[in-house]
């Protein structure tokens, strides 16, 4: 059984950090591209992050290029997202995704953590 659980979220001050971190389990975790999504409140789900299933490439969306880094540690199946500078309108459900980086269909999702940005 595939399992994609998230931790690490909680409630920050606007410009501090936050790491979250993703474990994901039931599959072969080095054959899998692994990505962050993150939804606001009446908001459509957006990609933050992206990491190839070696490490060796990452992809940032332009709203948090320069304050967040994505890696992961294929040893420990886990990927993490270090959030710095942190703003409110950071403020969303962080969803984890593993993608199969050869095999289409093999795609699964985590249920979300949530960051809240706010003084």
């Known amino acids: 059984q595939v399992q994609v659980v998230e931790s690490g979220g909680g409630l920050v001050q606007p410009g501090g950090s936050l790491r979250l971190s993703c474990v994901a389990s039931?599959?072969?975790?080095?054959?899998?591209?692994m990505n962050w999504y993150r939804q606001a409140p009446g908001k459509e789900r957006e990609l933050v992050a992206a990491?190839?299933?070696?490490?060796?490439?990452?992809n940032y969306g332009d709203s948090v290029k320069g304050r967040f880094a994505m890696s992961r540690d294929n040893a420990l199946n886990t990927v993490y997202l270090q959030m710095n500078s942190l703003k409110p309108e950071d403020t969303a459900v962080y969803y984890c995704?593993?993608?199969?980086?050869?095999?289409?269909?093999?795609?699964?999702w985590g249920r979300g953590t949530q960051v809240t940005v706010s003084s």
């Open positions: 995704n593993a993608v199969h980086r050869m095999v289409k269909g093999f795609n699964y």
């Open positions: 039931g599959i072969t975790f080095s054959n899998y591209a």
């Open positions: 990491i190839s299933w070696a490490g060796g490439n990452t």
